[in-house]
């Protein structure tokens, strides 16, 4: 095997990478799957959507610099805590992946491997938040009650939890490091 052909194979963290990504995927889909029984969005709910996706690409292409350092701050995660607040679960993570994917593509230029995982592990993010908002307030209570922030707080939690650790897992398989210690890094 030459050089050059050896250097086309992926390494075995890659490797890893994309079999942690390829599990995630068939997880979410399958409970995508599972869980969408006879929902068909209407047209409003399609153009709301679509809309918060929209929104979810501009803020990662017009991020906020950081006051310290050279740093960025995409605001995507906001416009996902309203999606999970707003929509139901399934639609949310699945507007959610959608936004992802084409911002990592287009916006971010990222590697297809990289692109793949972000999209995947946003939308379960997101997911994990909206069900657990739903299991607290019911479906899309949106009364300034003490429960609809409660369950607000809960999903937020959730979400950044479910986000963080997905990526302490996924990078932790490529710098060989324990996923605990990565995130608390992080």
């Not at 937020?156 to 060989?176: E, H, K, M």
């Amino acid at each position: 095997m030459s050089s050059e052909q050896s250097s086309s194979l992926p390494t075995r963290r890659e490797t890893r990478l994309r079999f942690f990504t390829l599990s995630l995927l068939v997880a979410w889909a399958v409970v995508i799957y599972l869980s969408s029984d006879g929902l068909s969005p209407d047209s409003r709910t399609a153009v709301g959507l679509g809309v918060f996706a929209l929104l979810a690409i501009l803020s990662d292409r017009y991020p906020l610099e950081v006051p310290f350092g050279n740093a960025y701050l995409g605001l995507s995660g906001t416009v996902f805590w309203a999606l999970l607040i707003l929509f139901e679960p399934v639609l949310a993570s699945t507007a959610a992946f959608v936004a992802t994917i084409i911002s990592e593509t287009a916006v971010q230029h990222r590697k297809p491997l990289k692109t793949i995982f972000n999209g995947i592990q946003t939308a379960i993010s997101v997911l994990d938040g909206a069900m657990s908002s739903e299991a607290l307030n019911g479906a899309h209570d949106l009364r300034g009650n003490f429960l609809f922030f409660a369950a607000f707080g809960l999903a937020a939690l959730v979400y950044w939890l479910s986000n963080t650790w997905l990526v302490s897992f996924g990078a932790a398989l490529i710098y060989r490091e324990a996923p605990h210690r990565f995130w608390q890094r992080n």
